[in-house]
């Protein structure tokens, strides 16, 4: 038998001999080239012919033996006979085309903003890493790694480390005024690692999650991957505003909302809208989701009292994340959940995911216990509000008195609204080709509703560099 195409070139760079054997035999097995039953040449025999080791052939042989593609026995190596129409359907795969992603897959992939490659003036979710506490967060990872046991270095505890879920509750009592114990307390792998598991442990799939229109674009992808049918609700200058015809044609069993800091409009959820909120999906049988996005840093007072501490029988759950103020490649974030349910959903949440990061979570609990954590979001809000003041001012400068901006009671982004006859996707791409990461609102929104303006994050966004930033936007604003 001729079996000099078995290393026939081209030949791949830098595979062994051994292993191109193989797969080579191998494909010609499965793609019946070599039919079950033929013969093939002894291993000696095999070697001379291609002028390699034979030690190349007997592991090329023995592999291929012991994945049932071989019999050897007394008469020799022979191709084994495989599963019915095996060969035969790996000949013609290219007749099926390549697999794809799923429907839902496919749908997510489709509403996702490309990824900038760099941090550019005006990108969204970069905050400022210059002014991370590097000091004092290496001396708790450091005594978290002199303290390790086999608990830190295995998968978490279900629930996340004790140590940190009792710092969590005792930060959010008494920073953000949650009636919360460590127990109701689920420490995740960040604020989309929560959103993923109240999709799944909270709700069925094809179950109906109503989301802020304009909103978050990951949670659209989260609830869509979980098999939930995503509705769209409206945001209006007090947040999420329901109709009632929502209410009762597209019954939720779970609302996600941001209610402190509205993403990406800037809204602020009025107390009358967040009571008459928890009554009515109290009233649905539904689960309020509430991402207390960017509360951290507030501006102009303090923060309005959460959904989640409302009321002692609020069907809410709340979300929380270290992401922007610490660092997002800490992934770590928390879910707050009802007394009733926290103990299931923690072990629920341990099955589903594995955490980890025992060290990290350690560490954690040990810069929030020791004030650093306090300390550097006290810092980082006076540093934030001065770039929001100089962006503020730049922007009435370049665009005049009249100039319409939403956003700046907390977090790292404004809104600039645009007049009709700007649409803000043309001014976004003549943004990007002078350099700028700003982001057209309309892109966060879905039919029928209209937005136009563009999102301007500041996190990372030195005061100085204010004025020719905002210089440069005006330009692509004009010739847009």
């Known amino acids: 038998m001729e079996l000099d195409w078995l290393l026939a070139p081209p030949l791949p760079d830098a595979v062994p001999r051994q292993r191109l054997l193989y797969r080579r035999l191998r494909e010609a097995i499965l793609s019946g080239r070599l039919p079950a039953g033929t013969r093939l040449p002894a291993s000696r025999s095999l070697a001379a012919s291609l002028g390699i080791a034979r030690n190349t052939v007997l592991f090329a042989y023995e592999q291929l033996a012991a994945e049932g593609c071989l019999d050897a026995g007394r008469q020799g190596t022979c191709v084994a006979r495989l599963p019915v129409r095996t060969a035969v359907l790996f000949g013609d795969a290219a007749a099926f085309g390549p697999r ?9 992939l489709g509403s996702l903003p490309a990824r900038e490659a760099e941090a550019l003036p005006f990108s969204l979710g970069v905050h400022d890493y210059g002014a991370f506490p590097f000091r004092a967060w290496r001396a708790c990872l450091e005594r978290a790694w002199r303290e390790v046991n086999w608990r830190q270095l295995g998968y978490a505890r279900d629930g996340g480390d004790p140590a940190l879920r009792e710092a969590l509750a005792g930060h959010l009592t008494s920073v953000r005024g949650l009636p919360v114990d460590a127990g109701q307390v689920v420490v995740t792998s960040g604020a989309q690692a929560a959103l993923d598991l109240c999709a799944r442990l909270l709700a069925d799939q094809g179950e ?19 098999g939930l049918r995503v509705y769209d609700v409206a945001v209006d200058a007090e947040g999420l505003a329901p109709t009632e015809r929502d209410w009762h044609e597209h019954r939720p069993r779970l609302v996600m909302a941001t209610p402190s800091h509205q993403y990406p409009t800037g809204r602020v959820m009025s107390l009358a809208r967040r009571l008459d909120l928890i009554a009515r999906a109290q009233q649905a049988g539904a689960w309020i989701v509430e991402d207390d996005y960017d509360s951290e840093f507030r501006r102009g007072g303090p923060a309005p009292p959460a959904l989640f501490g409302l009321r002692p029988d609020a069907p809410v759950v709340y979300l929380g994340t270290f992401s922007k103020t610490l660092y997002p490649g800490l992934r770590l974030g928390y879910a707050v959940l009802p ?50 003041e100089a962006l503020r001012s730049a922007l009435v400068a370049a665009f005049g008195e009249r100039v319409e901006l939403s956003g700046g009671e907390a977090g790292l982004h404004l809104v600039l609204w645009l007049p009709d006859a700007v649409p803000d996707v043309e001014a976004a791409r003549r943004a990007a080709a002078l350099g700028l990461g700003v982001r057209a609102l309309s892109g966060f929104s879905r039919p029928p509703l209209a937005c136009n303006g563009l999102v301007l994050g500041y996190g990372n966004l030195e005061e100085r560099a204010v004025a020719e930033a905002v210089g440069r936007l005006a330009v692509a604003v004009r010739a847009a």
């Open 339 to 388: 007394r009733h349910v926290a103990a299931d959903f923690a072990r629920a949440a341990a099955m589903a995911t594995r955490a980890g990061q025992g060290v990290e979570q350690r560490a954690l609990a040990d810069f929030i216990l020791r004030g650093h954590y306090a300390a550097h979001l006290r810092r980082m809000r006076a540093r934030y509000a001065a770039r929001q």
């Open 208 to 226: 109906t999650v109503w989301v802020e229109n304009p909103g978050y674009i990951a949670a659209r992808a989260a609830f869509g991957l979980a």
């Open 100 to 108: 794809q992603l799923s429907a839902r897959a496919a749908d997510m």
